[in-house]
């Protein structure tokens, strides 16, 4: 799971769940429709709800179908694999488990013993993937050629006329990059992923390995332009996911893929408790996690030399998979956020809001009162039966430094309303 997302509720888990379970003590379906990185809807997976995901942008339907709708360990066909010097892959794999995951506290999916089977032959393949990754440059190089100081496309020209070079990555995970992605496209386009959610599994634990040794401060916004982050001289490697959490009792749980959730939670069927986190801020996600959106279509894509010469901007996107959202507009916010809660046939509505900095609803002197009382009165709106408006204040430790502040406690808030 992506942990450096901006916005994401990872921290604040507990008194999301809680609010959640106060309403449905029993159980029940629950919408999560701006999904980010799923912290949320893995959270209430865990929790024993039918969980609905959507995001606009493609790797979180990625991590919906790995995390939440794939409920068991992938049972997979090494043969099928082509892996070079296999025997000792599996072998590594059988010694890597002997010595000790399987005693560790969590992955305790591996006390199993079909599970341990079927684990030692993921495994397999990611060892031969990270072994992949320490040989020699071949095949395409897309990622070296676009995001790397040293790739023959990574020059770019700001707005303002400054020139230079993408630093995404050092040329060194530029080059592992390529080796990894091509091994998987070649997979996903010869059919050995058809089956089942191994391909989802593999490209989600190539973005998690991509975020530690990124060159970024959180966002593929941009880059240090001229220097590395300390993490960035990390080679990149990858790991198995913990199946702890996944691993649970198949459920009807739906996974949108990029739609606009306005019409998303017109087309499920009616829940129980619809949740909000929507972006308060003029950062449109699209741009900013564009990179794990390029490794999600990168398998399928048709023609990559098209879309890697259609790169744009500083940050190198390509703008096919760019969206505007219209709840990052401060014009807009508060009737699409009408549209979306009449759309959606739920009973109850959560909604999380923190009036951070560069946030649309910060008031100049910082008093936090426009915000509030936008959502307020939207709360009170003829959409919810009178009276069951409900404003829940929590504190949240931020460890973001501003110029070496220290960490300290924020108000986050949940504002909840029982839908007519
Ligand atoms: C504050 S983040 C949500 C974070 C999430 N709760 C988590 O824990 O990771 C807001 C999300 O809304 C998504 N988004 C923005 N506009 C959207 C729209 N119209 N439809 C669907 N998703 C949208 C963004 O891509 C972003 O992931």
């Known amino acids: 799971m992506l942990n450096r997302y901006i916005g994401n509720k990872k921290s604040i888990l507990e008194p999301i769940i809680s609010q959640v379970k106060e309403k449905l003590p029993n159980g029940g379906r629950v919408c999560d429709a701006f999904s980010g990185s799923l912290a949320v809807s893995f959270e209430l997976k865990k929790e024993g709800y039918e969980v609905s995901t959507n995001d606009i942008n493609l790797f979180s339907h990625f991590y919906g179908k790995h995390l939440i709708e794939q409920c068991s360990l992938p049972e997979i066909e090494l043969a099928s694999f082509n892996i070079d010097n296999v025997d000792k892959h599996i072998n590594q794999a059988q010694l890597i488990l002997d010595r000790g995951i399987s005693g560790a506290e969590d992955y305790s999916f591996l006390r199993n013993k079909k599970n341990s089977h079927r684990f030692q032959k993921l495994l397999t393949v990611y060892l031969y993937l990270n072994n992949l990754m320490d040989g020699k440059p071949k095949g395409n190089s897309y990622f070296f050629d676009t995001y790397t100081e040293e790739g023959k496309n990574s020059h770019f020209e700001s707005q303002r006329g400054t020139i230079g070079r993408r630093k995404f990555f050092t040329p060194s995970n530029g080059r592992r990059l390529d080796l990894v992605m091509n091994q998987i496209r070649k997979w996903n386009k010869d059919g050995v992923l058809e089956d089942g959610y191994f391909k989802y599994t593999l490209v989600c634990s190539v973005i998690d390995a991509l975020e530690k040794v990124s060159n970024t401060q959180g966002t593929y916004h941009d880059f240090p332009r001229d220097k590395y982050d300390s993490r960035a001289h990390i080679p990149l490697m ?16 739906i996974i949108g893929r990029c739609e606009d959730s306005i019409e998303f939670v017109s087309k499920i069927p009616s829940q129980d408790l619809l949740y909000l986190d929507p972006p308060y801020n003029f950062r449109q ?41 219209s709840f990052s507009k401060k014009n807009e916010f508060i009737k699409s956020l009408y549209n979306l809660v009449k759309n959606c046939d739920t009973k109850n509505v959560l909604m999380s809001y923190f009036d951070g900095r560069n946030h649309w609803n910060n ?58």
């Open 285 to 325: 996600y699209t741009s900013y996690y564009f990179l794990p959106n390029v490794l999600c279509e990168y398998i399928d894509m048709d023609d990559l030399k098209i879309y890697f010469d259609n790169v744009q901007f500083v940050r190198g996107q390509n703008m096919t998979n760019d969206f505007n959202s």
């Open 363 to 420: 008031t100049a002197d910082g008093t936090d009162v426009e915000g509030k009382e936008v959502l307020l009165k939207f709360f009170n709106s003829e959409l919810f039966i009178a009276g069951t408006c409900d404003l829940i204040p929590f504190d949240r430790l931020n460890y973001q430094s501003y110029g070496g502040h220290k960490a300290k406690f924020i108000k986050e808030f949940l504002f909840s309303g029982v839908k007519k």
């Open 238 to 253: 990858l790991y198995p996911p913990n199946f702890d959490g996944i691993i649970s009792k198949k459920k009807k749980h």
